[in-house]
């Protein structure tokens, strides 16, 4: 089990870098399903995601490790961005690996935040091949889950939950390649530990769900998804450890389940998110996550970048 005092403190060295997100209670989707939901909106985060927290920490904790060559990291979106914005708020050079169907408002985004793009692989396991490779020629290898500081980082979501509401009935989370999630979890087991967690992955992409099922890593043969975000078709063997030792459940949604979501978000509440920040809600909806009768569910909306032509 990861300590408390570790997330304690990367909360603390990474705090003036990201924003603390608003946690706030829904009245129309609390009157839709008969209990009290709150939505931590994490899609307002710097890079309109998460990860910068975990990209944040870890580069903060490895500075005496960075050389002139900075860091490296691949992702065809979120981790990119986060990544490239922490390391130009600390004044370290970035090189991203993205694959070659990348969005081009992904890649865009990369570059503005201050990331070397390179257009690398047919899939995200090709990218991560390329960026160990550069990492080879004297730059950090930055992990978009599997590592113990991404991790910690993450979990700085899960504080921030625990200290505004102290003990949650339900915190349903997004799950990839597990790195939210896995933070979020430990720091539920140390906060509030009678606070059920599930995790959330698409049906087109259940590598999590599959690995837990099995009882090992597997890798699935996922296909396109809305929730590209969680599309991940092989969890981490960390993430996965911690996945099995603090988390509830793994439950599955559908593509057209997650697309209502998306709309119910914006007809409702006015929040844009992404496939895999409206996956928790698409649980919901779709009775996979029971809403406590009277208790208080909080649904983790981890980002908000959706592509114009997807969102059309």
Known sequence: MMPIEQFRQAAALIEDKILKTPLVNSPA??????????????????????????????????????GPGGVVAASAGNHAQGVALAARQLGIPATIVMPEWVSIS???????????????????????????????????FIHPFDDADVIT??????????????????????VGGGGLISGIA????????????????????????DAIMKGRITQVDGRSSIADGISVRKVGQLTLDIIQECVDEVVLVEEEQIAAAILLLLEREK??????????????????????????????????????????
Do not use: H, W
């Open 106 to 140: 992904k890649e865009e985004a990369t570059l503005m935040y201050g990331g070397q793009v390179v257009i690398s692989g047919q899939s995200i396991g090709e990218c991560l091949d390329e960026a160990q490779r550069l990492s080879l020629e004297g730059r950090l």
């Open 29 to 66: 989707l609390s009157r839709m399903f008969g209990g009290e939901i709150y939505l931590k909106l994490e899609n307002l985060q710097k890079t309109g995601s998460f990860k910068i927290r975990g990209a944040t920490f870890k580069l903060l904790k490895c500075m005496n490790d960075i």
């Open 186 to 209: 430990a720091v539920a087991r140390a906060m509030a530990p009678d606070t059920q967690v599930i995790g959330v992955q698409t049906a087109g992409c259940p590598s999590a769900y």
């Open 271 to 312: 929040i844009l998110a992404e496939g895999a920040g409206a996956a928790p809600l698409a649980a919901v909806m779709n009775g996979a996550v029971g809403v406590p009768q009277g208790g208080k569910t909080v649904l983790v909306i981890s980002g908000g970048n959706v592509d114009s032509p997807l969102l059309g």
């Open 153 to 174: 980082g993450q979990g700085t979501v899960g504080l921030e939950i625990f200290d505004d509401m102290p003990n949650p009935d339900v915190v349903v989370v997004p």
